[in-house]
């Protein structure tokens, strides 16, 4: 049994504030092979020695990047459980996956295989932040992944009480509620991801407090409500956010909770990127658009500069952006009404620097 609210290793708290957090209950800790340039990994390997395996459940990540191949991926597997210094890995996951055919290329399968049979680790799963219906599907159908890793948060609502001209009916309309019923249905785990939408620096939202839960406190609680969510992933950097989250867990939504979620969502909703990936599929320059936006989400709702600068050198930057025929076509397809072209000049003007 792994704990409703895990710990985000992209960046991790400060040592003695993540031995606390494992202390306290926490038993699941995401990381990735890039993350902090490996030093996630450090830390987590070093608390396990301090604390004793049993004391936490890791996943951690692999890219699936340029010549992929079985080797390269088994390489870098060799690297994180060299940083973590302890076997097997919990739970090995493929790095924002998008592209259903990477669930079964030969290629991942074998380096999977091998490495199972090896004793390196012992189940599978993959993060994925866009084209989800198709990766959830394909996850089921080929009955080799364990778990799925989605973005699922309070932008998601699916019956909202505004009028839907302001806020559209995202779940409806993208079937992620019944993804994840039809993940669970088949035996495989969700944890859910970015799931406080404002992001990792919680901004002091007092407007949209109710009682004395706060707008973070009452998004962790819509995610957690999903029966078929087995954990949320949140960020902890400090002892007041620890509290928070940690205060969330066996505590239900309230009415007025939820009234304030949808005001806040109402309020908010033209300018938050869901990761449809509509606009990208629409691009007739085949931009990458989904990325850019959440290159932009990175520095702007999470205060992470230098991991933006990254994913948007990534999916091209600048460069790739030149490209845009600026015919509109994203900012038509979009059923939230953003304006896509506004939000990927910003993300120029923030990165390209």
């Not at 159908?141 to 948060?153: E, F, T, V």
């Amino acid at each position: 049994m792994i704990s409703e609210v895990s710990l985000g290793g992209s960046p991790l708290p400060d040592w003695p504030l993540f031995l606390e957090i494992i202390e306290k209950g926490v038993n699941y800790v995401d990381s990735s092979v890039s993350y902090d340039n490996g030093n996630s990994e450090r830390q987590i390997g070093r608390m396990l020695k301090a604390l004793g395996r049993d004391k936490a459940f890791v996943a951690t990540k692999f890219h699936l990047r340029g010549n992929r191949s079985e080797a390269s991926i088994i390489a870098s597997v060799e690297t994180s459980l060299k940083r973590l210094q302890s076997e097997p890995i919990d739970v090995l996951l493929i790095h924002g996956a998008e592209n259903p055919d990477d669930l079964t290329d030969e290629r991942v399968l074998s380096a999977f295989d091998k490495m199972r049979q090896a004793g390196k680790f012992r189940f599978t799963g993959f993060s994925c932040h866009s084209n989800q219906a198709a990766m959830v599907r394909r996850a089921v159908d080929c009955g080799r992944y364990d778990m799925i890793q989605l973005g699922y948060n309070v932008f998601d609502i699916d019956r909202p009480e505004q009028d839907p001209r302001t806020y559209t009916d995202y779940m409806a309309d993208s079937g992620l509620r019944e993804l994840l019923r039809l993940a669970a249905a088949n035996g495989v785990g969700v944890i859910a991801m970015k799931t406080l939408k404002i992001g990792g620096r919680r901004q002091k939202l007092e407007a949209y407090r109710t009682g004395t839960a706060t707008l973070q406190q009452a998004m962790l609680k819509w995610v957690l409500e999903d029966r078929n969510v087995t954990s949320a992933v949140t960020e902890i950097l400090n002892r007041t956010q620890m509290e928070e989250d940690l205060a969330v867990i066996g505590a239900p939504l309230t009415a007025g909770e939820r009234r304030m979620l949808y005001a806040h969502v109402a309020e908010n909703s033209s300018e938050v990127c869901r990761g449809c990936a509509a606009c990208r599929k629409s691009c007739p320059a085949a931009i990458p658009t989904t990325d850019m936006l959440r290159s932009l989400a990175y520095v702007r709702n999470y205060g992470k500069s230098g991991r933006a600068r990254e994913a948007w050198a990534e999916c091209g930057g600048g460069q790739a952006l030149a490209t845009c025929r600026d015919c509109g076509t994203c900012e038509r397809v979009c059923r939230y009404g953003l304006p896509v072209r506004r939000l990927l000049r910003e993300a120029a003007t923030l990165l390209d620097a």
